[in-house]
Structures are given as structure tokens and as C-alpha cells.
T-cell receptor, first 115, second 112 residues
Framework: GAVVSQHPSWVICKSGTSVKIECRSL??????MFWYRQFPKQSLMLMAT?????????EQGVEKDKFLINHASLTLSTLTVTSAHPEDSSFYIC???????????FGPGTRLTVT | GQNIDQPTEMTATEGAIVQINCTYQ??????LFWYQQHAGEAPTFLSY????GLEEKGRFSSFLSRSKGYSYLLLKELQMKDSASYLC?????????????FGSGTRLQVQP
């Protein structure tokens, strides 16, 4: 099956700093990638849809200037959490979509802790 | 908008059968997915239904009734490793929106 990687798998940063999370499709080209956030014991909440070569589409309530998304190639999307605060601490998961609409392939997630 | 409901927690015994229900209300419909998620890990795909009926895949089966906005995931011959959260997710048909909307998940505890 298709493989999606995320880096880093976990990160601890200080409040006010920025953190970049990478999402890569390893053996297929992903025209679309999605970024989700999951708080403890809650379900996945879609943050934004990232299309290669175009601006990301953000869900209502997600600050686009705080969560910068870049989808520069068909195999890489990045999420940068700018000026992180403790309330941004969460599990960030990306998924990638192929040309078909059958299923999304999820990355292993990135655990962000802001101190 | 979309609304997806599933039970919060369930408990079952090793070797038994458990059914996890999911009801949904969506403005459009283009498929229902079930994912398994162990604590601290990303979801893994289990099943996909877009037409009414039962889809079977080994110990896992998923059923869909579009007219009733209802699906269930059936797990047979439960094993301890099946203890996880099970997420029901729906894809709608809104223009340009191919993301999934997830239910809150059902935490399944399998007991010896």
C-alpha cells in the first residue's frame, strides 16, 4: 500500500517559537494532502486542504496566518505552526490523496508539545 | 453541514463479535469509511462503503444503508489487539471538498 511519512514524529518547543512539520508521500504522487489535528480522546478535526501548487483551503476557525501550509511538490506538504502557544499542543496528522477518491493514506502523526 | 454519531465506548470479550454503529446526516454523500486507531498512532484504513450493503474483509465487515444514514462495523473473533478506537468518517459531495469528516470515535476494550 501507499506510504506517507511525517517528520518529526514528536517535537517539544518553547512558547513563541515556530515549528515545521513535513508530510511526504513516499511511493506515490499526492495531488491533495490534508492536515488534521487531534486532541486527547477526541476525533480528528480537519484543519486545511493542501493542493500542489496552489494556496491551501482552511477550515472555518483555523487561522491561516498561524498555520502556514506549503505544498510545493506532489510528494511534500509542510505545516508550520507559527508563534506556538501551549494550546497548540496536539497530535497533528497528515493524509494524502491519490488521483482516485477511494481512500486517504495517513501519516504516522506528529506529537507537538509547547511549553 | 455534517453530523456523525457513534457510541463513545464499548466493551467486548475476546473471541466474541461486536457491532459498532454509526449514524450520519450529510448534505451530500460520497462514501463512508471506517478506520482503526490505536492510542498515539495514526488511523489505519479498515473499510469503505459507497453503495448499500455489506462489505466483508476477513474478520471485519461493514454495512451501509444510505436511505437510513446508517452504517455499522462488525468485528468477529475478537482479539486483544483489536482494543482501539474505531472512527466512522464520511466524505460528502460538496464541490472541491474531498476531505473526510470524522465521528468522535468508539473506544473498544476487549477483555479476556
Amino acid at each position: 500500500g501507499a506510504v506517507v511519512s511525517q517528520h518529526p514524529s514528536w517535537v517539544i518547543c518553547k512558547s513563541g517559537t515556530s515549528v515545521k512539520i513535513e508530510c511526504r508521500s513516499l511511493d506515490f504522487q499526492a495531488t491533495t494532502m490534508f492536515w488534521y489535528r487531534q486532541f486527547p480522546k477526541q476525533s480528528l478535526m480537519l484543519m486545511a486542504t493542501s493542493n500542489e501548487g496552489s494556496k491551501a483551503t482552511y477550515e472555518q476557525g483555523v487561522e491561516k496566518d498561524k498555520f502556514l501550509i506549503n505544498h510545493a511538490s506532489l510528494t511534500l506538504s509542510t505545516l508550520t505552526v507559527t508563534s506556538a502557544h501551549p494550546e497548540d499542543s496536539s497530535f497533528y496528522i497528515c493524509s494524502a490523496l491519490t488521483g482516485t477518491l477511494y481512500e486517504q493514506y495517513f501519516g504516522p502523526g506528529t506529537r507537538l508539545t509547547v511549553t | 453541514g455534517q453530523n456523525i454519531d457513534q457510541p463513545t465506548e464499548m466493551t467486548a470479550t475476546e473471541g466474541a463479535i461486536v457491532q459498532i454503529n454509526c449514524t450520519y446526516q450529510t448534505s451530500g454523500f460520497n462514501g463512508l469509511f471506517w478506520y482503526q486507531q490505536h492510542a498515539g498512532e495514526a488511523p489505519t484504513f479498515l473499510s469503505y462503503n459507497v453503495l448499500d450493503g455489506l462489505e466483508e474483509k476477513g474478520r471485519f465487515s461493514s454495512f451501509l444503508s444510505r436511505s437510513k444514514g446508517y452504517s455499522y462495523l462488525l468485528l468477529k473473533e475478537l482479539q486483544m489487539k483489536d482494543s482501539a478506537s474505531y472512527l466512522c468518517a464520511v466524505r460528502d459531495t460538496d464541490t472541491g471538498r474531498r476531505a473526510l469528516t470524522f465521528g468522535s470515535g468508539t473506544r473498544l476494550q476487549v477483555q479476556p
